[in-house]
């Protein structure tokens, strides 16, 4: 076990033998991509497949699995390297009524047009980056980066040390670039677009990415990459005498 995994695991026992005192389990920051390649039907399918994805009874489950240790969710938009605008600012997930209402603000939202609507996927890693080391009394720190495409502008994922990105998760979303019409060319370029978040973007203890085949299936996807990075830290590594490094 890595020395990482280890301190988490500590904090996380120690703070849950303290019930009386609400703890923040997850600080989770989600990064849609807005730039030229999505248009304005895309962009809906974003937003409100997050808020659909949010009213999932097995996401909300997720959410609330530990009533004394909740989570802290925000989500944003990124584009070109100056634009990253915040749609829902973070807010404490304690009932399935505060996801209600991320999920409403989440469906009024609408699109703000962007002057340079490049991708500029590592300023949006740095950014979401920033944000969630703010929330420092959280245990674990996870950021998504959903996108249909690489970087073109600015600092590229591959410039960006493991340094800079600290002990924050990058889990990542991606999206099938050319839609359903020519099915076998699609999914090659999915194939593609996944070897290079997985190269290049994806970073941390168990970061992995969640495929969707298109924007119509962006709302599934979201729903499966939710419920699986909103698991607790497992304990299934502890022995009587300790942390256990096999």
């Not at 600290?166 to 019409?181: E, F, R, S, T, Y």
Request: aromatic share 6%; glycine share 8%; net charge negative.
């Amino acid at each position: 076990m890595s020395l990482a995994r280890a301190v988490l695991l500590s904090v996380a026992l120690s703070a849950l033998s303290c019930p009386a005192v609400a703890q923040c389990r997850q600080a989770l920051a989600l990064g849609l991509d807005v730039s030229g390649s999505v248009d304005a039907s895309e962009y809906r399918l974003q937003m409100d497949g997050v808020a659909r994805a949010l009213l999932d009874d097995a996401v909300a489950d997720a959410f609330l699995m530990m009533p004394d240790a909740h989570v802290r969710l925000m989500v944003f938009e990124w584009s070109a390297r100056l634009h990253q605008r915040q749609i829902v600012g973070w807010t404490e997930i304690r009932t399935r009524q505060d996801l209600a209402q991320v999920a409403e603000q989440l469906f009024a939202t609408r699109a703000n047009p962007v002057d340079n609507p490049s991708t500029a996927i590592g300023a949006a890693m740095l950014y979401g980056v920033k944000e969630l080391e703010a929330q420092a009394e959280c245990w674990q720190k996870t950021l998504d980066i959903s996108g249909d495409g690489p970087a073109n502008i600015g600092l590229h994922p591959q410039d960006i040390t493991e340094e800079a990105t600290g002990q924050v998760v990058i889990n990542g979303l991606v999206i099938g670039p050319d839609g359903p019409a020519n099915v076998n060319k699609n999914r090659h370029n999915l194939k593609t677009l996944m070897e290079y978040y997985e190269a290049y973007v994806l970073r941390g203890f168990g970061a992995f990415g969640e495929p969707a085949a298109d924007f119509t299936d962006f709302q599934r996807a979201m729903q499966r990459k939710l419920i699986r990075e909103l698991q607790p830290p497992t304990v299934s590594y502890l022995d009587p005498s300790g942390l256990n490094p096999g």
